[in-house]
């Protein structure tokens, strides 16, 4: 079954230690969206790839980062998690004329200790 | 004012009621409108998708969007207690715009 794969389901860090989730699809989506969502809120868009072309939020931190070396893998690079970095954070794909039909993988859950 | 409005719940209902859930949003640009259903632990999944006003039904869920009152809903009939999960509203619009999610509203249906 084609689908979206986070990598680990569950991580534990350091405060100020960085870390990097990873996300695999095998869907040959050309873009790719990584969100945060902490309890109970909306999904946050943090930046997203059209192919190789990278788009961050304005709103988003210095402090995560994100490479995608090829179409099936992404990664995102938090390079010193705060306390207020743990959330879960979501990976997805989409075809670029149906940003609407997103695919989300099971999500990472964060934790910083 | 948030883009979009979601009461958070929780909300609980025995099997087999309707539920309804809504969202309202407040930019009259937006003229695609999902529901993702996310179950707990779990990334959200598409649930249902409408373009501009009116209704899409879907087995037993029907979405509407009102775009005069900038209102949207889910309706779920002969709910089932494989329904208890938190139900996110999105919108957008064409072009580059992301995804603006609602916050979710869990919903635990009681057998």
């Known amino acids: 079954d084609a689908m979206v794969i986070q990598n680990p389901r569950y991580q534990v860090t350091q405060f100020g230690k960085p870390v990097t989730l990873s996300c695999s699809q095998t869907?040959?989506?050309?873009?790719m969206y990584w969100y945060q969502q902490k309890s109970s809120q909306a999904p946050k868009l943090l930046f997203h790839y059209y192919d190789k072309d990278f788009n961050n939020e304005a709103d988003t931190p210095d402090n995560f980062q994100s490479r995608r070396p090829n179409t099936s893998f992404c990664f995102l690079d938090i390079r010193s998690p705060g306390l207020g970095d743990a959330a879960m954070y979501l990976c997805?794909?989409?075809?670029?004329?149906?940003?609407?039909?997103?695919?989300f993988g099971p999500g990472t859950r964060l934790l910083v200790l | 004012q948030k883009e979009v409005e979601q009461d958070p719940g929780p909300l609980s209902v025995p099997e087999g009621a309707i539920v309804s859930l809504n969202c309202t949003y407040s930019?009259?640009?937006?003229?695609?409108f999902m529901w993702y259903r996310q179950y707990s632990r779990k990334g959200p999944e598409l649930l249902m998708y409408?373009?501009?006003?009116g209704n899409k039904e879907d087995g037993r869920f029907t979405a509407q969007v009102d775009k005069s009152s900038k209102y949207i809903s889910l309706f779920i009939r002969d709910s089932q207690p494989s329904d208890s999960a938190t139900y996110l509203c999105a919108t957008t619009n064409s072009g580059n715009t992301p995804l603006v999610f609602g916050k979710g509203t869990r919903l635990s249906v009681i057998a």
């Open positions: 869907l040959n989506h050309n873009v």
């Open positions: 409408t373009y501009s006003s």
């Open positions: 930019n009259s640009a937006f003229q695609y």
């Open positions: 997805a794909t989409s075809r670029p004329d149906r940003k609407e039909t997103q695919y």
